[in-house]
């Protein structure tokens, strides 16, 4: 009689939800921590109050993961931002006692990433990059290409992009030293050769492959990344990428191409999304019929999860 009891209160608590909803506070509870690392002109948050991945660590920590959003600066070489990010790596493993993290990338933090998992492959379970130029991205080779290096335009260019990245250290209480022109080329074509030939581990090896699934201890690869420009009329960034676009031969999220986008394995490389779209970003105003990224991390951090990472 007892054990008939305990079975219908089981139905019972299953048709109220009960029993899913404890289910999902454990969906994103990975074994090792998540490190988000944001891209170029990023930054953790603003003021204490405009995250650059917005709403995305609260989603993840709701279901169970413990979530460090880390700062670098701004516009620099990647080689620079990866070891401001390494050290920030090694702080979140000697106070968690994980022995390792979970790194997700967007944009030139995709780079970064690659970075700290090639000098420090210990530290790292794995690489995940999002919307990352990983064969370069055709706005800075536009860019470069009509830069003269040490000229007039180089210069300003530099002046008041440095300038801005001051800035954006300041107001979320972070300042290192800008260089805006090591980080145009370490974005371009050229400079991504000479990074992936340093550090090839995930990089696929046709023009639009997948790359290797596990590098160094066991280390899994990951990306995705999006193809829509224009998704949100009221999206004041979707302008900007709109025009950014035109320069792509490609499909592309507005920076990135698609298969520049490649590394490891490929979730996938056609969400209806753009550069911004990617990170939840302006302020939550992405593509109505697409889905909310929001859910593509959640769904990922399940998918580390599962991997027992």
């Given at each position: ?7 219908c ?42 995250d ?10 709701s ?9 670098v ?11 401001a ?9 000697a ?20 970075y ?8 790292v ?40 990245g ?52 066991g ?6 990344s999006?193809?829509g ?14 025009l ?18 490649h ?12 550069h ?20 593509v ?13």
């Amino acid at each position: 009689m007892q054990s008939f009891r305990s079975l219908c209160l089981a139905v019972v608590a299953l048709c109220l939800g009960a029993l899913p909803a404890h289910a999902a506070d454990t969906y994103t509870k990975t074994r090792y921590p998540i490190v988000l690392a944001h891209g170029m002109a990023g930054f953790d948050s603003l003021f204490g109050v405009l995250d650059y991945f917005h709403g995305i660590p609260s989603t993840l920590a709701s279901g169970g993961a413990r979530v460090y959003v880390t700062q670098v600066p701004s516009f620099q070489s990647t080689e620079a931002r990866g070891e401001a990010l390494l050290a920030q790596v090694e702080d979140i493993v000697a106070r968690t006692g994980c022995g390792k993290v979970n790194l997700i990338g967007h944009s030139h933090g995709g780079l970064d990433v690659r970075y700290v998992a090639s000098v420090r492959p210990d530290l790292v379970a794995s690489v995940t990059t999002v919307g990352s130029p990983h064969k370069g991205a055709e706005l800075a080779n536009y860019l470069r290409r009509n830069l003269a290096p040490g000229g007039f335009s180089e210069g300003v260019l530099s002046f008041f992009t440095n300038r801005l990245g001051t800035v954006l250290g300041l107001l979320s209480g972070y300042s290192r030293p800008q260089d805006a022109v090591k980080g145009l080329d370490a974005l371009t074509g050229t400079g991504l050769s000479r990074y992936n030939t340093t550090f090839p581990s995930g990089i696929p090896a046709t023009s639009c492959g997948q790359g290797v699934a596990t590098g160094k201890n066991g280390q899994r690869y990951y990306s995705w990344s999006g193809t829509g420009v224009l998704t949100n009329v009221l999206d004041v960034s979707d302008g900007a990428l709109g025009l950014s676009s035109l320069v792509y031969g490609e499909s592309n999220d507005g920076l990135v191409g698609r298969c520049s986008s490649h590394f490891g394995t490929v979730i996938r490389d056609n969400y209806g999304m753009n550069h911004a779209d990617e990170i939840n970003q302006v302020l939550g105003l992405t593509n109505l019929f697409e889905s909310d990224p929001k859910s593509v991390y959640r769904a990922h951090a399940n998918r580390l999860k599962n991997a027992g990472l």
